[in-house]
């Protein structure tokens, strides 16, 4: 080779290796070296085999190496048809030998032959003179004639390749047959390059079909002839994966490496298909439910590790919604792709299977399926059931098989919580009660099973079901005849799970001329209005139906205390949806409390506590809940009182005397008791100090039971005549009376608890109370506080430090973070109406207009600044350590409402800092919560490790360093590090914070890694892609 074609090579070399301006190199190099001369045209050759070997080296980078292929590719048309030969020849000879390293200069190959085919020369061939053509053929029957594996191999790539680069020239069904032909075609190689170009392709259609959906204008192709072309390819893949089970394997390893990087590319609707389509193919269904689950849990996880960090959000790579994803793998399968809805029908299962809630071991079943779904254990189940749902409206002929299935883990699984599957079935009636009404017959089945199943899930399957009440006669009659058999069950569980159900009849079977209560349950009123619109049975044909129910509720009032609890608590309830039951309700608790009520007015105590318990052998029981007898009767009388009798005074003045009556005769008993058990001493119940409590005797047990009956008697009492006396002052000191009672019954028993029983023999019963009671007294108590704190404070200052215990404020405090969680956790939706309700200035403001919730959490909030300063400003004597550590608490469980990008949410992290800098605050408990304020907040804005450096340089200066001779110059950060909270307080904060961020460090960089990696792989079909 002369001397300057080998100094031009090593030119090449360094700015390629250097990875300088390459392109222009070679641009400059060829326009210099013209074909129509013989010196162009070797310097050309020249460049073009020292490139080839350059780029088989390997020692290039992917970006320098993709330059000099596409720069040769499109400079191989301008060559002469003798020096395309060459070139050709070069590459034969390459392949024979197998000194192609990595195969990459193969891209030049087909644009070889290509310009070669074109070519108008006339090529000397041997002895003969061929065209450009007819000479293309000939080398590639050369080519083909080698014996060499490397040489198949390559070939076989190449074609494959070339076939991929043509799927987006050719028309739509024109694509099936060719993908046929290269799955055949996989099975002397190339598995991987054909599963992932194919599956590359069809990601890209349907990604650019969304886009054109959005503009009718430039739609190019019609939506249901991509999704009949791409259900036709998938049985083509699956089928081919059924002949050829390496091919599987292949896909499934592929698909799992490209999730690591880009879990759009892997997971895919196209490909997803394929995996559920995979799933009739007995080998292959284990393997791609797990894969497909780990796939589902890795994403929730993901998502939620990166809701936590802004500065994840803003590095992550990631924006994918793998929920979204699967329920339009729903969506398409409308298209006729049947083989695909049995794999999402089981996947829908295995994952509200897997991922429902769970009984702890040895425990008690919990259900946690209140508020948001929030872990990424409830989402995944939240997506199994709207995969099922959703399947479910569009499929018919699988509603069957998926409502047979949800019952029968209703049924089956009722040892473990399965709200989850309640919730579900109670969806898909809603959807298609009318299909459920024809398949009543799998309902009925499931009520045969009640006697065995635990009460709560009785309750919520009959809750599930009740809209088919109102449409199915038949449905109805089979239910009413279990329950009257459950009703003389031998088992507790079934006569209770009797009572639910026909106090549920009871309340959707509404009687002609029923009012309608705003206060009844949001979930059942809107089944209800769904309900009605189908068909509507004639209101005054419930009458007698709703009376005969009563009569064999009746009979509950003779049987164990649970059973008549239940019917209590449900009495009430049934009264507000029916109110045209009052009458015969009123009448049958009066009938009942009449047994325990003594008549004579001046006999003490006013109540027969002896009646109300039963003993058997040795054992003392509980026979009759009094209190809770007592409270039904509270609350039925208030609401008539409140609402039915207003309705009926001004559509009717005619109320039979006998009805009015009974009622007055009510609420004079009520009156009578109140009196009596005020005048009433602990004596006359026999329950004074003296009197034994031990749980080890029968009186001690009958004690106990009376106690509690009494102080149950007392809160209800407490808030009738609360509620019934309009601020009176008799009233109020009737409650002070009754309350008198209560504390002294509760004083006793728990200075009678031994200290060696068990916990649970010292609870506390549940407070009846209700809570609209509750939230009325303490705004009452609230105002006159609120009142004597700003009309007479050197008095309240004064009584403040003579209290005893905890003060009103520190009360006041607790109850306010008690209410902010509540909500929080309970009630996410109603949170806006939360906040609208805490200011004063807004009560007349329009229901329903919009709240903005960070602006109103953000005028809460200050509310809470100015307190906490308060109290930090006070002197060391007088700073309230409980009440400061309140207020942070509250302030850190408002911020959660406060949007991450608002100004308000800044301004309580710039003012969360100043605080945390300039207060040199020793209290090592609030010093905790103020830093962990400030860790969570700055956490949502960007990376807090500027933050963490100036905390640990503040540490390093108050305990000096590990070299004693070293002298410490530091100006102070955060004057809240001191020498009582440096160590162990803000130490641990601080290392904790770093484990955190180093954790998301990690997490990002192997993301990124696997990403790249990806990429880097794939990044062949992205020239070609549509």
């Known amino acids: 080779m002369p001397f300057f074609l080998l100094q031009l090579n090593d030119l090449v070399t360094k700015h390629a290796l250097r990875g ?430 009640f006697s065995f199943l635990p009460l709560d899930t009785v309750q919520g399957l009959l809750k599930a079901v009740q809209p088919l009440l109102k449409i199915s006669m038949s449905m109805r009659d089979s239910l009413i005849l279990v329950l009257r058999k459950s009703m003389f069950s031998g088992q507790l569980d079934a006569r209770k799970a009797a009572v639910a159900g026909f106090l549920l009849l009871l309340k959707n079977f509404k009687v ?134 207003l309705h009926q005074q001004a559509e009717d003045d005619d109320e039979e005397e006998e009805d009015k009556g009974f009622k007055q005769e009510l609420d004079e008993m009520l009156q009578s008791i109140t009196q009596r058990m005020i005048k009433s001493e602990l004596e006359d119940f026999e329950l004074d100090k003296s009197a034994d409590f031990s749980q080890s005797t029968g009186v001690g047990l009958t004690n106990t039971i009376f106690a509690i009956l009494v102080m149950g008697v007392c809160e209800v009492l407490m808030e009738y005549n609360f509620i019934t006396g309009n601020f009176s002052k008799s009233k109020f000191e009737n409650v002070l009376g009754l309350f008198k009672c209560y504390t002294k019954l509760c004083e006793i028993l728990k200075e009678k608890a031994g200290k060696n029983k068990p916990p649970s023999a010292n609870k506390v019963a549940r407070s009846l109370l209700s809570m609209g009671f509750v939230c009325t007294l303490l705004t009452s108590l609230f105002r006159v506080l609120l009142w004597r704190y700003t009309s007479i404070p050197p008095a309240a200052e004064e009584l403040a430090k003579k209290e005893k215990g905890k003060s009103i404020s520190l009360l006041c405090l607790e109850a306010l973070l008690r209410i902010f969680n509540t909500v929080q956790q309970l009630y996410p939706a109603k949170i806006p109406q939360f906040l609208q309700g805490l200011e004063i200035t807004n009560e007349d403001a329009e229901e329903g207009m919009d709240v903005n919730v960070t602006e109103r959490t953000a005028f809460q909030i200050r509310q809470f600044q100015r307190s906490l300063l308060n109290l930090l400003n006070n002197a060391e004597d007088d700073f309230n350590s409980k009440e400061a550590l309140l207020l942070i608490n509250i302030l850190t469980t408002l911020s959660k409402l406060l949007e991450p990008s608002s100004p308000q949410f800044v301004q309580l992290l710039s003012w969360t800092v100043k605080i945390c800098k300039e207060t040199s605050l020793e209290d090592a408990p609030c010093c905790k919560g103020l830093l962990a304020l400030l860790f969570s907040l700055h956490t949502l804005i960007k990376s807090p490790v500027s933050v963490l450096r100036e905390l640990a340089q503040d540490i390093h200066a108050r305990f000096g360093d590990i070299d004693q001779d070293l002298e410490m110059e530091h100006q102070s950060h955060f004057a809240i590090v001191n020498l009582k909270t440096a160590a162990p307080t803000v130490c641990l904060l601080v290392l904790g914070q770093a484990e955190k961020v180093l954790e998301e460090v990690d997490w990002l960089v192997n993301k990124m890694k696997s990403k790249l990696c990806s990429e880097a792989a794939g990044k062949k079909f992205k020239d070609w892609l549509p």
């Not at 040489?151 to 790539?157: A, E, F, P, T």
């Open 20 to 449: 300088k301006e390459i392109g222009a190199l070679l641009s400059g190099i060829l326009k210099g070296s013209p074909c129509s001369q013989e010196n162009g045209i070797v310097r050309r050759l020249s460049v073009y085999h020292h490139c080839i070997q350059l780029v088989e080296s390997g020692d290039l980078h992917v970006e320098i190496t993709s330059e000099i292929i596409r720069l040769l590719m499109l400079e191989a048309h301008e060559l002469p048809g003798p020096a395309l030969v060459d070139l050709a020849t070069f590459f034969i000879e390459a392949i024979k030998r197998d000194s192609l390293l990595s195969g990459k200069s193969l891209e030049i190959f087909p644009t070889v032959l290509t310009a070669l085919a074109t070519s108008e020369e006339t090529l000397v061939y041997g002895t003969s003179e061929l065209s450009g053509e007819e000479f293309k053929k000939q080398l590639i029957n050369r080519l083909c004639s080698s014996s060499s594996v490397l040489c198949l191999r390559l070939v076989h790539s190449f074609v494959v390749e070339k076939v991929l680069r043509m799927f987006p020239k050719l028309d739509l069904q024109e694509i099936p047959p060719l993908i046929y032909q290269l799955l055949l075609l996989s099975s002397k190689g190339s598995k991987k390059n054909i599963l992932e170009g194919i599956i590359s392709f069809f990601n890209q259609m349907d990604k650019k079909q969304k886009e054109e959906s959005m503009d009718l204008e430039e739609a190019t192709m019609p939506l249901d002839q991509l999704r009949h072309v791409e259900g036709t390819i998938i049985l083509h893949i699956v089928l081919g994966i059924n002949l050829d089970q390496d091919l599987g394997k292949e896909l499934i390893k592929y698909l799992k490496i490209e999730q690591q990087g880009d879990p759009s590319q892997a997971l895919c609707p196209f490909s997803v298909t394929i995996l559920l389509s995979m799933t009739r193919i007995h080998r292959f269904r284990e393997q791609v439910f797990d894969f497909l689950k780990s796939s589902i849990m890795r994403s929730f996880k993901d998502k939620q590790f990166i809701q936590g960090s802004k500065f994840l959000q803003d590095m992550s790579p990631l924006q994918y919604d793998i929920g979204a994803m699967f329920l339009e793998v729903v969506a398409n399968s409308v298209y006729g792709w049947d083989h695909v809805i049995q794999g999402l029908v089981e996947l829908g299962f295995i994952l509200m299977d897997s991922y429902g809630s769970k009984r702890p071991f040895g425990g008690k079943a919990t259900e946690t399926n209140h508020g948001l779904s929030k872990t990424p254990a409830q989402q995944a189940c939240k997506l199994g059931a709207d995969i099922l749902l959703e399947i479910f409206k569009v499929h018919e002929r699988i509603r069957s098989e998926i409502l047979e299935q949800v019952l029968n883990r209703v049924i089956t699984n009722a040892g473990s919580p399965i709200s989850n599957f309640l919730d579900l079935l109670s969806s898909i009636i809603i959807s298609a009660p009318l299909f459920l009404q024809n398949s009543s017959s799998k309902i009925t089945e499931a009520f045969d099973h």
């Open 512 to 645: 002609l001329g029923s009012l309608s209560s705003s206060q009844c349950s949001q979930a059942i009123g809107a089944v209800q209005v769904q309900v009605d619109v189908h068909t509507r049975y004639n209101e005054a044909a419930n009458e007698a139906f709703c009376l005969e129910i009563l009569g064999s509720l009746r009979r509950c009032l003779s049987q164990q205390v649970d059973v008549r609890l239940m019917l209590y608590e449900g009495l009430y309830d049934v009264l507000r949806r029916n109110s045209q039951l009052s009458n015969s309700i009123l009448k049958t608790l009066l009938s009942q409390m009449k047994y325990y009520y003594e008549t004579e007015p001046d006999l003490l105590p006013p109540i027969k506590l002896q009646r109300c318990i039963l003993a058997q052998r040795d054992q003392i029981c509980l026979q009759e809940p009094l209190a809770h007898l007592l409270c039904c009767i509270h609350h039925c009388l208030a609401w008539y009182k409140s609402t039915l009798a």
